[in-house]
């Protein structure tokens, strides 16, 4: 699984050389992490936060693919985050945003699964052409419980706000 995250990361990076836009962004998450177990639903919410660097690949004027690799972290619970998204522009500021994101828990616990499918979507607001703020959900997809006698399902999910930087 190390050689595949790793893989994941360089090939962010190996792209970005090619790309038209790279950028820095950071900010706040607000983590969920919900369990549900024989009928009875539980929530936790930490606040952190994330670092990472993005770029953008145009496809026409206004529909831009957006990579990213994030570092997210949240109490005891650190995370590489690599999300692939769709960036379209819906006036000259402002863009929607969404697709998959694949996440890798660096210290996930006994019990407890290290991969983290999930669907990001939201918004962003170029405030000059260099800088930029955004808001985004991070719906967890997988169930991260590993096989268990209560058979229990564990999501995590994430509300995100911060800055961007593109160069």
């Known amino acids: 699984?190390?050689?595949f995250i790793l893989s994941l990361i360089v090939t962010t990076f190996i792209l970005s050389a090619h790309a038209q836009n790279f950028g820095l962004r950071a900010g706040v998450d607000i983590a969920t992490a919900k369990a549900d177990f024989d009928g009875i639903?539980?929530?936790d919410n930490e606040a952190g936060f994330y670092i990472g660097a993005f770029t953008k690949?145009?496809?026409s004027e206004s529909f831009k693919i957006r990579t990213e690799a994030n570092y997210i972290s949240v109490?005891?619970?650190d995370q590489i985050q690599i999300p692939i998204l769709a960036e379209i522009g819906i006036s000259d500021k402002f863009n929607i945003m969404a697709g998959p994101s694949f996440g890798f828990l660096?210290?996930?616990e006994e019990g407890i699964k290290s991969f983290n499918l999930g669907l990001d979507f939201g918004l962003s607001y170029d405030i000059t052409?260099?800088?930029?703020v955004e808001a985004r959900y991070s719906l967890g997809l997988s169930d991260l419980a590993e096989d268990n006698e209560f058979d229990a399902k564990v999501?995590?999910?994430g509300l995100f706000f911060g800055i961007g930087y593109m160069f």
Request: glycine content about 4%; proline content about 0%; cysteine-free.
């Open 1 to 3: 699984m190390n050689k």
């Open 41 to 43: 639903s539980i929530s």
């Open 129 to 132: 052409s260099q800088f930029l």
């Open 57 to 59: 690949f145009g496809v």
């Open 75 to 77: 109490k005891d619970l």
């Open 155 to 157: 999501k995590l999910h």
């Open 106 to 108: 660096l210290d996930s």
